[in-house]
């Protein structure tokens, strides 16, 4: 007895960027806009008129959008800037999947020229922040408390100052007193 498999069918990467469009209503336009691209790039990548994307970038941005692996589209080959997945972008993506948002709701949340740093953010291009309001943004569309957040922007200032040369540990006492201060300032204390 024999069994045949069947054959595994691989959707095109412009019919599933399409298929995407098409079952969550999202307009190019705004699709472009959270990937980094203009229209007329979207409308040739759907309409095959141009070879779908290899460029690492764009395909890891249209992945973070759908909310899917940059992996599923065959064209991915290989990263081509450093990508920085840590415990507050895991814990931003676990926020918008507590709030009940999809990606795109997340990313229509925000201004226009705000999304496409929103995207890097989610797939660990840029970093979280420094800037409080910044954070703070982001925070309010989860729902997320200051006392939520504080520690993640702590978190991500100790890393730029570490980055820039500073010695955490050698220099606690004055860490401590301005994160002492920030809080203050914020209200956690």
């Given at each position: ?139 309010q569309v989860l729902d ?30 004055l860490i401590n007193t ?12």
């Open positions: 007895m024999t069994s045949k498999s069947k054959p595994i069918i691989q959707i095109k990467s412009s019919q599933k960027v399409a298929g995407f469009l098409d079952s969550t209503m999202l307009h190019k336009k705004d699709f472009a806009e959270m990937i980094g691209v203009t229209l007329s790039y979207v409308y040739n990548l759907i309409d095959n008129t141009i070879p779908f994307s290899t460029r690492s970038t764009t395909l890891e941005r249209i992945a973070t959008v759908m909310d899917i692996e940059a992996e599923d589209f065959e064209e991915y080959k290989i990263l081509q800037e450093p990508i920085l997945i840590d415990d507050s972008i895991e814990f931003l993506k676990d926020s918008i999947k507590l709030k009940g948002l999809s990606i795109v709701s997340f990313l229509k949340s925000f201004p226009r020229k705000k999304r496409l740093e929103i995207v890097d953010i989610l797939r660990g291009a840029t970093p979280l922040p420094i800037d409080f309001k910044e954070l703070s943004m982001i925070a997320l408390k200051k006392d939520e957040i504080y520690p993640l922007w702590e978190n991500r200032l100790k890393q730029v100052l570490e980055a820039s040369g500073m010695n955490i540990n050698a220099n606690s006492a301005m994160f002492d201060c920030a809080k203050k300032f914020i209200n956690l204390k």
